[in-house]
């Protein structure tokens, strides 16, 4: 094992201030983790088990957390900095600005005294032949496996 250079440690001290851009507790962890499994040749996927959550989650975790301090970290204007850091499942509805267009209690477009959209457009989705057919071929099957 080497011994630390003066410009290892000013790094490593450097990047352990990284970690204050991270809020999350678990998202946190789950970067210092990987730095660590990284750091001893162990597995990601050991540790996540070790603490009872899903790889995957981890890897979600470690991904938000790395993205939040490069969010963080100062650079060029021109590049992207709205980057979403929740894009996974997004709470915020997709249509909160019509809320005003649409009345209280409003489930539908149609009139209430309009014809299911069915009859408009095929007729044959208001007979139900099909289950009748699958029901006599189900119980067909079913005396075959009685009488071998």
Same mark, same amino acid.
Not at 1 to 18: F, L, S, V, Y
Not at 32 to 61: M, V
């Given at each position: 094992?080497?011994?630390?250079?003066?410009?290892?440690?000013?790094?490593?001290?450097?990047? $352990?201030?990284?970690l204050s851009h991270v809020?999350? %507790? /678990? &998202? =946190?962890?789950?970067?210092?983790?990987?730095? @660590?499994?990284? #750091?001893?040749?162990?597995?990601?996927? !050991? @540790?996540?088990?070790?603490?009872?959550?899903?790889? &995957?989650?981890?890897?979600?975790?470690?991904?938000?957390?790395?993205?939040?301090?490069?969010? +963080?970290?100062?650079?060029?204007?021109?590049?992207?900095?709205?980057? *979403?850091?929740? /894009?996974?499942?997004?709470? *915020?509805?997709?249509?909160?600005?019509? *809320?005003?267009?649409? +009345? %209280?209690? +409003?489930?539908? @477009?149609?009139? #209430?005294?309009?014809?299911?959209?069915?009859? !408009?457009?095929?007729?044959t989705l208001e007979r139900f032949d099909w289950?009748?057919? $699958?029901?006599?071929? =189900?119980?067909?099957? #079913?005396? =075959?496996? $009685?009488? #071998?």
């Open positions: 094992m080497r011994t630390p250079t003066a410009r290892d440690i000013t790094e490593a001290e450097e990047t $352990q201030g990284w809020t999350d %507790e /678990s &998202e =946190r962890r789950c970067l210092t983790a990987l730095a @660590w499994c990284s #750091a001893r040749k162990r597995y990601f996927q !050991d @540790w996540c088990k070790e603490e009872c959550i899903h790889p &995957e989650t981890g890897r979600r975790r470690k991904a938000r957390a790395i993205l939040r301090i490069l969010l +963080a970290l100062p650079r060029k204007p021109l590049q992207h900095n709205e980057i *979403d850091v929740f /894009s996974l499942l997004p709470d *915020d509805p997709e249509i909160s600005d019509k *809320d005003v267009i649409i +009345a %209280e209690g +409003a489930t539908h @477009w149609r009139d #209430a005294e309009a014809k299911p959209m069915a009859c !408009d457009f095929d007729t289950a009748e057919a $699958q029901n006599a071929r =189900r119980q067909r099957e #079913a005396r =075959r496996k $009685q009488a #071998a």
